[in-house]
């Protein structure tokens, strides 16, 4: 089990672009930081770090960018792509922002052609960008629309996956950290971590151990004719009444179940449910990974399957981090100290290893001291 965490720092979205000089220094520190936790650990242990958004974070100031933005998932990672090889490094980063994480398959099939990949394990890794992606925007519908997309491999085929998707009313971003090696299923709690300035009050999370109901029973819909299927859609978008969502002695509305049912898609792409049907798919990931099955398809099984079968839906935020949260006057609760600690530790200990002029390594030990400053390792465990 990977441990729950929570932690402190705000992800607000800037504009404007990094200066270039600025740039070419954050690759040259990023690639003698990396070669000696690889050299003094191995890739697994990087994709291991990648994966943990406390030490994500940490690392994006010690290479100088700003502690608190959203940005500094994009350069961070812009900034790996740019300086890590397989030949160099043992890990490759493919994707990124944009139309950059639009070219995961192409660039990730070529760089791993070269590095002779067999087929197999190509597919797979495509496969795990391609589903980690479909599960974020899908799957766990928290109002956060992706737009950066990056999977590290190593040379044995170990992957992370880090991506971000950003909240248009309140301009504020969301991370998404992912470890193959934690993976076990696509569809149940599958993230490493989650990281983000808030936790909503109402996200549809198909990817709950609570939501095991739900998933089966929206395979059974989809196997069943698409004929029944349209008529249960019909019947709850006619008979369906608000009064249904209020308290029976106080006559007032559930707000907690009243979003579960306003969410309801008022269309459906039957065309695409036909096609499901066809493929019959064994299971939820099968489902998921369709071509063309979206959050409206996801939703509309999801709440069919609660309001007609009585499964369970889980709309509790999934998010594993919290940003502005803790504090060190203890509101709500301290800060771990062993944990920023042991993360500053590590840091400061691959910058005085690294290859690194000596004015390098005394601006990048400033930063990680101005980093804990500034709250951004404040945080603690669960």
Known sequence: ?????????????????????????????????????????????????????????????????????????????????????????????????????????????????????????????????????????????????????AIFVNEKGKWAVVQQGMNISDEYARRYHWLGESVKSFVIEPHYSIISDNVSSVVLNMTSRKCENVRKVSIDLVCESPSKLIRIFNTLNKQESLTKWLDEETGKPMIEKIPAYLRMPKKVNWDLLRKVYELKPRNYEELVEIRGVGPSTVRALALIATLIFGAEIDWKDPVKYSFAVGGKDGVPYPVSRRTIGKATRFLREMIDAADLEREAKKEALRRLAHAERMKVLEFTSD
């Not at 300086?83 to 990730?108: E, T």
């Not at 990949?117 to 597919?123: L, Q, R, S």
Request: proline fraction near 3%.
């Open 1 to 149: 089990m990977v441990p729950v965490k929570t932690g402190v720092a705000e992800l607000p979205l800037h504009s404007g672009h990094v200066p270039s000089w600025l740039i070419e220094k954050m690759k040259k520190l990023a690639d003698a930081i990396v070669k000696v936790i690889v050299e003094s650990y191995n890739t697994e242990e990087f994709l291991k770090r990648v994966s943990d958004p406390f030490w994500f974070q940490s690392f994006g100031c010690v290479l100088g960018f700003d502690w608190h933005s959203s940005g500094l998932t994009t350069v961070v990672t812009g900034v790996l792509r740019e300086s890590l090889s397989l030949d160099k490094h043992g890990v490759m980063v493919a994707g990124g922002k944009g139309l950059k994480s639009k070219k995961v398959p192409d660039d990730l099939k070529s760089a791993l052609l070269m590095y002779r990949f067999d087929e197999g394990m190509i597919e797979r890794l495509l496969r795990a960008s391609r589903l980690s992606a479909k599960v974020d925007n899908t799957l766990v519908q928290d109002g956060y629309e992706l737009y950066h997309h």
